[in-house]
C-alpha cells in the first residue's frame, strides 16, 4: 500500500513524537509498502497562529499523489488529524493539552477573556469532528484515550508505540548511576531528581541525557543543593550512546507530570531497569507497578525520590528483581504487533 504519516513538527525539536514518526515509516517500509513522512511546521504556544495551523492540514491534499491514490493516512500529533483522506487512521500522541487537561493551570495560556473561550470552543469542536472522520482511532496509551472520552466524548483503542530501536536494548549489569532521559522541560520535572540528588545518603551518581529550556536551571539547582560533581548533563546522545547508557544505569528516572505514553519508561524495561515515576506522571503509571517494576513516590517529593535511588544503590538484587519484571511487563510491545494492527480493515 501508499501510506502517508502525518504530524506536526515544531522547528529545531525532537522528542517522542518525531523518534515515532521516523520509526514508523521506517518499519512501514520494511513491511514492504511504500510509505513517506509529511510534517508540517507548528506554533503551538502563540494563539493567533493556532488556527492558521489546523487549516493547513485541512488545506493540504494528501488523497492522491501524481495522479495515483494514496491507500492510508496516519495522523499522529496535533492538528495533523485535521487533515481529510477516505482512509484515515488517527494513531493520538496528544492534542492541545493546554486547550483540554492542562487548561486552568498554569501550565496553559489560554484565560477566561471571552476571545480565548471562542478559541478553546472552536479547538475542541474541530477535534471532535475531525478525530471522529476516522475509519479506526487508536491512542498511544489508556492515558491519551481518557482525555479523548472524557473531553471529546471519542473511543479510541489504545496501542503502545514501541521505541525506534526495539530488538537492540540490552543489560549490562546495574552501575553506580540513576539515568534521566527525557527533552528538559518544565512538565518532564527533572528537578526533582536534581533535589533527590542532594538528598540522597549514597555515593549513587546521576546522568542526565537531553536538551530544553530547563537546562542553566537545572545545572544551577545542581549546584545549590550541592550535587553537582555527581550529575552529569550529557546533553544529545546517539543512539548507541543512550543503549549503553540504559544498559549500565541502576535504574532510570522518569516522572513528568500526567505524561501522554513516555517512551523513556519503555526504553528502560526493555534494557532490564526499573522506573522510578510519581503517583501523578500518567501513562508512566500504566507500566510501573510500585516494588514490582519500578518505584513510586509521592508528586514532587524529592526526599522520598532520595530513599528510593539509596535503597537501590544499597539492594542491587532488588533493583535485578524489579528490572527482571520490568522487560516482562513490556516484552509485548512490538512492532509485530503493532503494524497490522494499525493496518487491519
Known amino acids: 500500500m501508499r501510506i502517508v504519516v502525518c504530524t506536526s513538527q515544531i522547528p529545531f525539536e525532537f522528542g517522542g513524537t518525531e523518534i515515532l514518526a521516523d520509526a514508523l515509516v521506517s518499519q512501514l517500509r520494511a513491511w514492504g509498502h511504500e510509505a513517506e513522512l509529511v510534517r508540517i511546521p507548528l506554533c503551538w504556544n502563540q494563539r493567533e497562529e493556532l488556527l492558521k495551523s489546523y487549516l493547513a492540514w485541512r488545506l493540504v491534499n494528501l488523497k492522491v499523489s501524481e495522479g495515483i491514490p494514496i491507500d492510508r493516512l496516519i495522523a499522529l500529533k496535533f492538528p495533523a488529524y485535521v487533515v481529510s483522506h477516505p482512509y484515515k487512521i488517527t494513531w493520538l500522541v496528544h492534542q492541545l493539552r493546554q486547550a483540554y487537561d492542562l487548561l486552568g493551570t498554569e501550565y496553559s495560556y489560554f484565560g477566561n477573556s471571552v476571545e480565548d473561550r471562542e ?3 472552536l479547538i475542541r469542536r474541530m477535534d471532535t469532528r475531525t478525530i471522529a472522520e476516522s475509519k479506526r482511532v487508536f491512542a498511544i496509551s489508556r492515558n491519551v484515550a481518557k482525555r479523548l472520552r472524557e473531553f471529546n466524548q471519542l473511543e479510541a483503542e489504545t496501542l503502545y508505540p514501541p521505541p525506534a530501536l526495539d530488538g537492540r536494548y540490552y543489560n549490562e549489569g546495574y552501575g553506580d548511576y540513576i539515568l534521566s532521559v527525557s527533552r528538559l522541560n518544565v512538565l518532564k520535572r527533572v528537578n526533582v531528581l536534581v533535589k533527590a540528588m542532594g538528598l540522597v545518603k549514597t555515593p549513587v551518581r546521576c546522568l542526565i541525557a537531553g536538551r530544553g529550556d530547563q537546562l542553566e536551571s537545572l545545572q544551577e539547582l545542581a549546584k545549590q543543593v550541592g550535587a553537582a560533581e555527581r550529575i552529569g548533563f ?16 541502576l535504574a532510570v528516572y522518569y516522572a513528568p507530570l500526567d505524561e501522554d505514553y513516555g517512551l523513556a519508561t519503555v526504553e528502560a524495561m526493555k534494557s532490564q531497569k526499573a522506573v522510578l515515576t510519581a503517583d501523578d506522571s500518567g501513562g508512566v503509571l500504566e507500566f510501573v507497578q510500585d516494588r514490582v517494576t519500578g518505584m513510586v513516590f509521592p508528586s514532587g517529593d524529592a526526599a522520598a525520590l532520595a530513599r528510593c535511588i539509596d535503597e537501590l544503590y544499597a539492594d542491587r538484587a532488588l533493583a535485578e528483581r524489579l528490572g527482571s519484571a520490568a522487560q516482562n511487563r513490556v516484552a509485548h510491545i512490538t512492532w509485530d504487533v503493532t503494524i497490522p494492527k494499525l493496518l487491519e480493515a
Do not use: I, K, N, P
Not at 239 to 248: G, K, Q
Open 119 to 121: 478559541l478553546l470552543d
Open 234 to 249: 550529557l546533553g544529545f546522545v546517539s543512539d548507541e550512546e543512550a543503549l549503553a547508557l540504559y544498559a549500565r544505569a
